[in-house]
């Protein structure tokens, strides 16, 4: 498996690579050249992915290796189609880098996670819920990393700053509509998720309709809302730009939040603080 692992690194590395040498070079620029390693990296990360599933017999998402992991892969999973359908290479400096870092720093984490509840062994629905959050999350990074390439590119703008970076920016409606088309499509994933906890909680859990009010769910519909708040006001209200742009900052940090307290080791730690603050009560 690592040795798969290492060879996505290397696609993924390589990848970079030809992105910023068609952004320096004119003739070595390719808009697919980026979007090849991308898909190369994916294929041997999938492959290394189902490996770790088929040793482990269990779901992928039990240890701070496997989180970083399968975060990384979502990543690279949501800049192929995006980098196809834009003219500039500038998103796989961002995107590939991002997904090879996760990725390198999976190395170095432990491997094993808090125990699993057997309901969840081999659940496809289970399964459905994990491979669809994690979409949705690698196309909100990706979207907020073209929000935060619109804030930088408009302020350039507005100063006229117009240096080598600001060249091999794509145009601020470029960035905007790629930016609008991850956020829908990790809008539409995240949804499925949420779908499919919804479902396995209401027929696993013995907490009731409690289980609506723990701090992962509400992390969860939290991220939901905001991004969901971002494109109704793009498409009703037709604010696209920036103000879009820091709605979608603002939501990568629900991400992140939601990943944190998500975890089977953080909520199990949470859950033993409640049992504890009830038991001093």
């Known amino acids: 498996m690592r040795t798969l692992m290492l060879a996505a690194l290397a696609a993924y590395v390589s990848g970079a690579a030809v992105a910023f040498a068609s952004i320096c070079f004119d003739r070595l620029r390719s808009r697919f050249a980026a979007p090849l390693f991308a898909c190369i990296g994916l294929a041997f990360q999938t492959a290394a992915i189902g490996a770790h599933c088929a040793s482990v017999k269990t779901h992928f998402f039990n240890s701070p290796f496997e989180t970083v992991m399968l975060l990384s892969w979502s990543v690279a999973f949501a800049y192929v189609p995006l980098a196809v359908s834009s003219r500039s290479a500038a998103l796989g400096l961002a995107a590939l880098p991002a997904a090879a870092g996760l990725l390198a720093a999976a190395f170095f984490l432990p491997a094993e996670g808090a ?14 819920h994990i491979i669809s959050g994690f979409a949705g999350y690698g196309l909100f990074t990706v979207a907020c990393m073209l929000a935060v390439l619109y804030i930088e590119q408009e302020r350039r703008l507005k100063r006229k700053l117009f240096g080598a970076l600001f060249r091999i920016m794509p145009s601020l409606e470029e960035t905007d509509r790629l930016g609008g088309r991850a956020a829908v499509a990790g809008l539409a994933a995240f949804s499925v998720s949420l779908a499919c906890g919804a479902y396995l909680a209401w027929k696993t859990s013995a907490l009731g309709s409690a289980w609506l009010f723990k701090p992962k769910i509400a992390a969860a519909v939290a991220t939901w809302v905001v ?10 209200r037709g604010r696209g730009g920036r103000t879009a742009a820091w709605i979608v900052i603002a939501g990568l940090a629900l991400v992140l939040l939601t990943l944190l307290i998500s975890h089977p080791a953080a909520e199990e730690r949470i859950g033993n603080e409640v049992r504890g603050r009830r038991i001093v009560a």
Not at 231 to 236: A, F, K, S
């Open 115 to 128: 125990p699993l509840d057997g309901a969840f062994q081999r659940n496809a629905i289970f399964a459905a």
């Open 227 to 236: 991004f969901a708040a971002a494109i109704v006001l793009r498409i009703l």
